[in-house]
């Protein structure tokens, strides 16, 4: 079988254990002659898989009473539609922490389905760091405050949680649910779709603290309340059976390698292994993001001209390292790091970065 390191910010790898236990399980899902995409959401079986899924995500997540973890389908992108509609009441002024491409695109959505405003932005900084304390200006009775914890094109990640008082804390998590702990409990709400650090595309999580359903807009689409998936646990109608599947064999693999401090220790060593050598190439490569705001996730990256970055992707490509080029948007080389990336494909890149910079620099 063909080897790569797989750098694809999303979807993206998935850990190798999981991968084959799919293999081995798909014709013959425990011993019922079928796989699991081949029978009824409701059999005990796919109940099984999907209770089994939100108790270990608590678990990992420190949480117990009071939250529900739902998946549901749409991908983040509904997400930035239903967190407005469910949680935004008219007369109400939402406020957003914007910090990079994703997190605009979650205001633009609320923006189109009442009012919400950025309550702080670091467009005019390029979007190389995540706003400083006494930036970020709240509206009093603002209904939430949203957050993107990791801005997947520009490699920008909140490493503490801001304070917003009491108003409820809403984040986009998409591409660092997972990796560190964190207090899940300062957050009303968490969204995720799954395909970087959770499982394939198709199904997307969400961790609600239920107390906050009763500010819930009466008034929205049975499919997009989140009381519908709660009511239902996530099976009000046909769920993404074989995404929640994996996911929950994903959660599996996360809890054997230590839970989230087990991660954010193989998260950590990954990146510092790519951003020593961005900061001993001499300006060589040039990281996007200030020191104070750098993923762990996605490493943004620029070389001295395009033509180079051209270069070092053919060279990466042909040492069998798939995914790095920058978002279109923005350009430039982006290595996404999620959870299931090792540490020694980290260190081949980093390898092939010094080897290229010497002999171009
Ligand atoms: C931070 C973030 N939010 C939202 C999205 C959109 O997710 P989806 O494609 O699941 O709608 C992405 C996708 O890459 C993302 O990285």
New binding site residues.
């Given amino acids: 079988m063909k080897k790569v390191h797989n750098f694809n ?2 979807p993206a790898m998935l850990p190798p254990p999981v991968l084959e236990q799919v293999q081995a399980e798909l014709r013959d899902y425990q011993g019922r002659g079928m796989s699991i995409m081949e029978m009824s959401h409701r059999s005990k079986e796919y109940e099984g898989v999907n209770s089994q899924a939100e108790a270990t995500f608590k678990r990992l997540l420190g949480l117990t009473e009071g939250y529900r973890v739902l998946f549901v389908q ?7 539609a239903m967190v407005p509609m469910n949680f935004l009441p008219p007369g109400g002024v939402a406020d957003y922490l914007v910090t ?1 491409s ?2 605009e ?2 205001l633009e959505e609320a923006r189109g389905l009442g009012q919400a405003r950025a309550a702080a932005s670091t467009e005019a900084d390029a979007y190389r760091r995540v706003p400083h304390a006494n930036e970020i200006k709240l509206g009093p009775d603002a209904p939430y405050v949203h957050l ?6 520009q490699g920008i990640q909140w490493h503490h949680v801001p304070d917003v008082g009491d108003r409820p804390l809403v984040a ?4 660092d649910i997972l990796s560190h702990p964190f207090d899940a409990g300062k957050f009303a709400l968490i969204y ?5 650090n959770l499982g394939p ?1 198709g199904v ?1 999580a969400v961790v609600l603290r239920e107390s906050w359903l009763a500010r819930a807009n009466k008034n929205v689409p049975t499919m997009l309340r989140y009381a519908t998936h709660v009511k239902n646990n996530s099976l009000y109608n046909t769920p993404p059976a074989f995404g929640v599947y994996v996911l929950n064999l994903v959660l599996g693999w996360i809890d054997r390698q230590g839970g989230l401090a087990g991660m954010a220790e193989r998260n950590e060593l990954k990146a510092a292994v790519l951003y020593e050598v961005i900061d001993g190439s001499g300006g060589f490569y040039r990281g996007h993001a200030l020191s104070e705001s750098r993923s762990r996730m996605n490493i943004t990256f620029r070389l001295p001209s395009e033509a180079l970055e051209k270069a070092f992707l053919a060279e990466a490509q042909a040492a069998g390292m798939v995914g790095l080029a920058g978002h279109r948007s923005v350009g430039g080389i982006r290595a996404s790091t999620y959870n299931a990336v090792s540490l020694e494909s980290c260190q081949a890149l980093a390898s092939l970065m010094k080897d290229f910079a010497r002999k171009n620099g």
């Fill in positions: 910010a999303g749409g991908g983040a992108s509904t997400q930035f990079g994703w997190a695109k979650a993107t914890t990791n801005e997947t094109i986009d998590m998409s591409s995720a779709g799954a395909q970087k595309s997307t």
